[in-house]
């Protein structure tokens, strides 16, 4: 099925190509946590991450509270980024399931929200249950749904560098269908396109968190004699090479993830990792732990400084 018989087939109006507008450079930002900043404001985005949208549990309720809340925001972000995990799980579900729940994502992506979106892949987000042979198995579905041509990518906006990572790659061997890594030739890549822009401020966006502190504490119990054990599916499995790289590119300020549902800063050689926790919270349970249902309001300044704001919005079961 080719995009445009697909899009036709969920119902989906073909999306036109989009410009960022810019930005305006009012210093300050609506919530208690706001802080003063000197240098001039290049971008303010929304981050949302793992929204896991189904039609259950008031699941699109929470979603558009959520894009009401953002752009309720007195000074307005410019566009949402987000890090994957729109849908609730494509992973092991049937096609016509698969269907229903990207419906429903672009349909109030259509009716509640007015800003521009930039996606990267989540787990959540690959088609896995569907035979090999067909053409949208695995990230094709998520690239078509996402209008992208590549699950990895870079793009310039406001005077900073974004590179889109694709964190999530395919271990059908032993019965899991993904680990948190880079493919060798996406490593390549990164290598080549960090070198091509050193002279541009740059942030990382990626599903699963390259460095977090949160899995060591929650959800995976260290043992006496063998310590932790995170797992393929927790953090970037090759974060040594990754975060090597960024050393050698002190381009590098900032890095955004999702995956965890957990909100939680690392920083390490100069560069901050920040989770920002999840809009669906416990996948639209409650709190997950002591992050609640929440986004991120990002400001980046020409000086190559950032503010992130992580900011509940009011959502209860």
């Known amino acids: 099925m080719n995009r445009r018989s697909l899009l036709k087939h ?13 930005s305006s450079f009012a210093e300050t930002l609506d919530t208690p946590n706001r802080r003063i900043k000197a240098a001039k404001r290049s971008l303010r985005f929304a981050h949302l991450t793992d929204v896991h949208m189904q039609p259950e549990l008031n699941a699109p309720k929470g979603l558009e509270t959520c894009l009401h809340h953002v752009q309720s ?10 890090t994957g995990d729109c849908i609730m799980d494509a992973l092991k579900q049937p096609k016509d399931r698969v269907e229903t729940q990207w419906k429903l994502w672009h349909q109030l992506m259509k009716d509640e929200n007015s800003l521009p979106i930039a996606y990267c892949i989540g787990n959540h987000d690959c088609w896995g249950a569907g035979q090999k042979q067909d053409p949208l198995y695995g990230k094709n579905y998520a690239l078509e749904m996402m209008r992208l041509d590549k699950p990895y990518r870079s793009f310039d906006q406001a005077g900073w560098h974004f590179v889109v990572l694709d964190s999530i790659q395919p271990r059908i061997s032993d019965g899991v269908w993904y680990a948190c890594q880079l493919d060798d030739e996406q490593f390549e890549w990164l290598g080549r396109d960090l070198e091509a822009n050193k002279d541009k401020h740059t942030v990382i966006l990626s599903h699963a968190p390259i460095l977090s502190a949160a899995p060591l504490v929650v959800g995976h119990l260290g043992k006496m004699d063998t310590g932790y054990n995170l797992g393929a599916g927790a953090i970037l499995n090759d974060a040594e ?13 900032l890095s955004l993830s999702g995956h965890i549902h957990l909100n939680d800063e ?10 920002n926790g999840a809009v669906s919270g416990n996948w639209w349970k409650g709190d997950r732990y002591a992050t609640k249902n929440g986004y991120a309001i990002v400001d980046l ?14 959502w209860k079961v």
């Open 10 to 22: 969920l119902g989906i109006g073909t999306l036109s190509s989009f410009v960022l507008g810019k």
């Open 73 to 82: 925001q007195a000074d307005q972000p410019t566009l949402i980024i987000n």
């Open 241 to 253: 090479r990754v975060v090597t790289l960024f050393t050698q590119h002190p381009q590098v300020k």
């Open 266 to 275: 690392v920083k390490y050689q100069g560069v901050t990792y920040i989770s």
């Open 301 to 314: 300044y020409e000086d190559g400084t950032f503010d992130n704001v992580y900011i509940p919005y009011g």
